[in-house]
């Protein structure tokens, strides 16, 4: 049987990469390529530097620092000999901060392609100079090529730009008004803030729109602070006394059970403030489901919400009509009703279960779980001493609870909605104990509206060894975790020293307006290892990286597919309209340059005001032009096909989307052109801003299923289409 990287390279041949010929269905040369400029005398050399993937289990290679990692590509024609340039030996290539206080030999070069390994900095320059050695520490001799990173456009604006964020919104009432209020509201930078004002009671009567939280080290501009949703404010509230929220319970399903699953109004204080919620059986989150691969159950749900719902079986081959999409697959449930899903689980794995009506508000308020389909004996994930099992949410809340939501459409509708209260298992602060050299399965879902998380266990060591659909075919080293929204991962952890680990999110912020980077670290809760040796000790056993050798055989039957199957591409994008003027014009000066993900609401008061009726997100047929339900893919059953996924450079507010297909699986082929090897099954994949994502999809259950962004108030302003698999 031949190797599977090599027919994957062979597939994927059509494909461009970020520096080939400018293409509408390639990576974007402009975010993830370097022009290298002649320095003057030098004619007919040019050079491009190529920002590339970094093969790995994620599709953003990130650092645990938070920094993005590129791996740098050369290609260079023209370079005349060195001995004639004043007597030099080679061409050597550098790379340097800005600042040029610092640096660093990447190594010899040569006209063609030269790989120059590895850099972690959104901001640098990039020199070839002809040295008299190729192993000169130093850069002496003279410059020839010369060029910056795409980060390197970020400046600040002058004195007219920042003049521009003073001016008033169009067509206000009271325009004077508007900023007299932004002025006097008071704010501070991080924590709860933000919220609404004054009174001390438990929940408002009813909400009204004040200022977001800011976050912190964020200056906004006075025409920003003015700006406020063109939708009406919205919480719930309880007429009556409800429960306090409860701590999920675990339940254990055997073939043919039923499990009664409500969904209601709770009550949980956040900041000290009490606000009414959402929750399944009264807990956040749900309960952890648990079933064996091959069982079937019967799930009533039975909605007890002010308005109608319906709930989705995330990453489930199951059968169509219980998919849990209102106007696709079944009616919504209206307040008061009932509807009885029929589950089978042909895959073991880790999914989870939410709504499919107006997520931005119902998963936001705490509808959603885990379901865990356990593998039959002798399978599944390597050894461990104990397994826990972690959701990860945000919480967007202010000095009087939860900052509302849009009733008629969805706020924060560019970004998405990011929290400023970061949640394991729906509670802040997350504690384990354990004892030294304990190996601890992490079992990670991500439940965040917007926020793509990037953990890591500073000091102990961590491989990952499954994704949404399973095992991967080959475990890997990893320093951190980069997960999506509604992305799972599997984690082997080994605590080999006593003391304190913390879990931390540790990403890099973007000031958009000054055109910075800086750190946001945030501990989402701490481990306390114990003195005592843990027994049976498993370290043999976790330093091995195991090969899944059923996992493997199963993809194989796959290897030649990926070269005959047929090709459809998407192109993710948005139009915008009515956006007050000071957002459209820090819009154009924020498009100077996107981040391959966007990790954090650093734009938050133009984020918010944002609505589903000024903001709709696309996803467009490159081949027929057809955008979101008008598109009608039909797939037979049994014959895959390669899906090409671009996030569109030339938008807008390009940015990251987890793009999630319903009731199928698929393997992730190839990353801005370059092949990936390390193979899992998948439901989610991110997709980079500016980059390209080639899946393969396995279209085995019939029925019409639906696919769509899953940042929540991307997905609930359009983003999403219908597919058949026949």
């Not at 399978?379 to 000095?399: H, Q, T, W």
């Not at 032009?625 to 598109?631: A, F, K, P, V, Y």
């Not at 082929?669 to 393969?696: F, R």
Request: hydrophobic share 40%; with cysteine; glycine share 10%.
């Amino acid at each position: 049987m031949p190797p599977l990287l090599p027919v994957l390279l062979l597939a994927l041949a059509p494909f461009p990469r970020p520096c080939d010929a400018d293409s509408a269905l390639g990576p974007s040369r402009d975010l993830y390529c370097m022009e290298l400029i002649a320095a003057p005398g030098m004619k007919g050399v040019a050079g491009r530097v190529e920002l590339g993937y970094r093969p790995g289990p994620f599709t953003v290679a990130v650092g645990a620092d938070g920094r993005t990692r590129f791996r740098l590509r050369l290609l260079v024609e023209g370079l005349p000999a060195p001995a004639t340039l004043g007597g030099a030996r080679a061409y050597v290539a550098w790379l340097a901060p800005p600042t040029m206080d610092s640096v660093v030999r990447l190594g010899a070069v040569r006209n063609g392609e030269t790989m120059l390994g590895d850099v972690g900095l959104e901001k640098f320059n990039l020199l070839i100079t002809a040295e008299r050695s190729a192993r000169a520490a130093q850069p002496a001799g003279r410059v020839v090529l010369r060029g910056q990173s795409p980060a390197t456009r970020l400046f600040p604006p002058d004195l007219l730009q920042f003049a521009i964020g003073t001016l008033p919104p169009e067509n206000s009432r009271d325009s004077t008004a508007v900023i007299e209020r932004a002025a006097g509201q008071p704010h501070t930078h991080g924590g709860v803030e933000g919220g609404a004002s004054g009174a001390a009671s438990a929940e408002p009567a009813a909400p009204r729109w004040t200022h977001v939280p800011m976050p912190p080290r964020i200056t906004m501009l006075p025409a920003e602070m003015a700006l406020t949703p063109e939708v009406s404010p919205w919480l719930p509230s309880a007429d009556g006394s409800i429960a306090e929220v409860r701590p999920r319970e675990l339940v254990r399903l055997r073939d043919g059970d039923t499990l009664r699953l409500e969904a209601g109004l709770v009550r949980r204080t956040i900041g000290g403030r009490s606000s009414t919620m959402f929750a399944f059986n009264g807990q956040q989150p749900g309960p952890l489901i648990e079933v064996a691969r091959g069982s079937e159950i019967t799930v009533i749900l039975l909605n007890r919400l002010p308005d109608s719902t319906a709930v989705h079986w995330h990453g489930i081959r199951l059968d169509n009509p219980n998919d849990g999409v209102p106007g696709m697959t079944q009616p919504a449930v209206p307040p008061g009703g009932e509807y009885t899903y029929r589950l089978r689980f042909p895959d073991a794995g880790v999914y989870w279960y939410h709504p499919h009506v107006r997520e931005d508000v119902q998963q936001e308020l705490g509808l959603y779980g885990n379901l865990l389909v356990r593998p039959g004996a002798g399978s599944g994930f390597g050894p461990a001493n104990r397994e826990e099992v972690l959701m990860l949410d945000d919480l967007l809340a202010g000095r009087s609870g939860l900052v509302p939501l849009g009733r008629e459409a969805p706020t924060h509708a560019l970004m998405g909605r990011f929290g400023n209260v970061l949640l394991v298992n729906g509670e802040p602060g997350y504690r384990l104990r354990v004892r030294r050299g304990e190996v601890v399965r992490f079992l990670f879902t991500n439940a965040a509206s917007a926020r793509t998380f990037n953990l890591s266990f500073p000091g102990a060591r961590m491989k990952v060894v499954g994704s949404d659909v399973g095992p991967y075919a080959r475990e890997r080293w990893v320093e951190s975790v980069v997960i999506a929204p509604a992305e799972r991962y599997v984690i082997h952890v080994r605590f080999d020293r006593s003391g304190a680990v913390p879990l931390l999110n540790r990403v890099r912020g973007l000031d958009h307006l000054y055109g910075r980077f800086f750190d946001e670290t945030d501990t989402l809760g701490v481990v306390e290892v114990s003195h005592d040796a843990i027994a049976p000790d498993l370290g043999a056993s976790f330093t091995k990286l195991r090969t899944d050798t059923a996992t493997a055989a199963e993809l194989g039957r796959f290897r030649d597919a990926a070269a005959r199957a047929p090709v459809k591409s998407l192109i993710l994008t948005l139009e915008t309209r009515d956006l007050p003027p000071v957002s459209r014009r820090l819009m154009q000066l924020d498009s100077i340059y996107f981040p391959p993900v966007e990790w954090s609401g650093t734009m938050p008061m133009m984020n918010w005001a944002s609505t589903g009726r000024q903001v709709r997100w696309i996803v467009r047929d490159a081949e027929t032009g057809r955008e979101n339900m008008d598109i009608a893919w039909r797939f037979r059953r049994g014959e895959p096909v390669r899906i090409h996924l671009v996030s569109e450079r030339r938008s807008a507010h390009s940015m990251q989307h987890p793009i999630h297909l319903h009731g199928q699986r698929f393997l992730i082929l190839a990353v801005n052109g370059v092949p990936v090897d390390d193979l899992v099954w998948k439901d989610t994949v991110l997709v980079p801003a500016g980059g390209t994502v080639d899946i393969l999809l396995d279209p085995s259950n019939p029925g019409r299923w639906m696919a769509h962004c899953h940042i929540a108030e991307h997905l609930s302003a359009g983003m999403m289409l219908g597919f058949s698999v026949e």
